[in-house]
DNA sequence: CTTTCAGTGTTATATTATCACTCGAACCTC
DNA sequence: GAGGTTCGAGTGATAATATAACACTGAAAG
């Protein structure tokens, strides 16, 4: 229950591994994750409506992606029966904070980790293709290097992606 | 109906530019695509059969990307009637022989135009928001780049993918 | 020539996403 | 606080994308 957590003393997200043992999700950690969420939204004078945080919550308490339609399951079990619309306009609200990304290959989110929009240095995604883990670790070399080969094509980039499937550290040792 | 060219006379379609007027897309181009994903089946024993190769033709035929439904209508308005799942089937076997690729952000697809399988260099996805072309750029670099940060996180990569949106010369150029 | 299996057909269903319209709550100005 | 404006959400319908399950057929391999 709780959390010896000798891991590190580094105050922020900004990396330690991207692929935490689950165990270290703890209750502590998810609700500073929400109050985080909910300060990001402040901050942007957007309204962190009841609806948008119990979307936030879902997603932000699997440890991998998950649909739509799950976390609307999801909130049905609890009690809070809300159409897919709904569902989709938390999620666009969230994503537009920035608190969450879309997998765009599984058409699915997951909850940002990272939390480094101060810095303006972008993740690239890594999504573990057993246990459905995602991972973001930082991509801004890549995004510069992209945007330098858009440039070469005289193509204007506006949004970029970069995923990629595999396995994450421990599916892979599991593998072995 | 015929076609002066005189464009460049490399051989193969290794880059020009990504993102070429649209009336360089003459019939006798669209006849060698054809002809080279036929070629590319035959190499690998897979066949090309009739259902796969109108569907190519399809996807070949628009400077796009395009649906799986909307292969399915066009199909339909020339009297092939299937179902969504032999569109699929059919997809899944042009997608397995590199002919055409998946666009993740749009779930659509859209034909190969480099056909670089030999050299093993890998593209990415350019795509244009306002007029939907589709180009590919080389993008070895960043995957290697890619492939180093994932391994940074001891993340096992196997799929990579790398998509951009944004606007394309032409559609960039009408926008002021 | 028969065995085999990839390819396809048929039907049904699952999953993901949006539209059109309305209503009410929060928020702002006076 | 009254009135106006905007934003968020509810409702019901529907569109768009994708797969499951099972049967059948024909071409290639032996």
């Known amino acids: 229950m ?46 962190f409506t009841k609806l948008r945080q119990q979307v936030f919550e879902e997603i932000a308490a699997t440890y991998t992606s998950i649909g739509a339609y799950e976390i609307q399951a999801r909130m049905a079990d609890k009690g809070t029966r809300v159409a897919p619309i709904s569902i989709y306009r938390a999620i ?22 990272r939390m480094d929009h101060t810095t303006g240095r972008r993740p690239i995604f890594l999504s573990c293709e057993k246990c459905g883990a995602v991972g973001e670790v930082d991509g801004q070399q890549i995004f510069e290097l992209i945007g330098e080969a858009a440039k070469g094509a005289k193509f204007s980039a506006r949004v970029k992606f970069v995923e990629v499937q595999g396995l994450c550290p421990r599916c892979a040792a599991k593998d072995t």
């Open 2 to 47: 709780s959390q010896p957590t000798p891991v590190s003393h580094s105050a922020d997200a900004q990396s330690r591994t991207p692929f935490p043992a689950p165990e270290q999700q703890t209750a502590k950690k998810f609700a500073q994750t929400v109050e985080r969420a909910a300060k990001i939204f402040a901050d942007r004078s957007i309204r």
């Open 92 to 113: 666009d609200a969230l994503l537009d904070a920035g608190v969450i990304h879309r997998l765009e290959s599984k058409n699915a989110f997951f909850a940002c980790r």
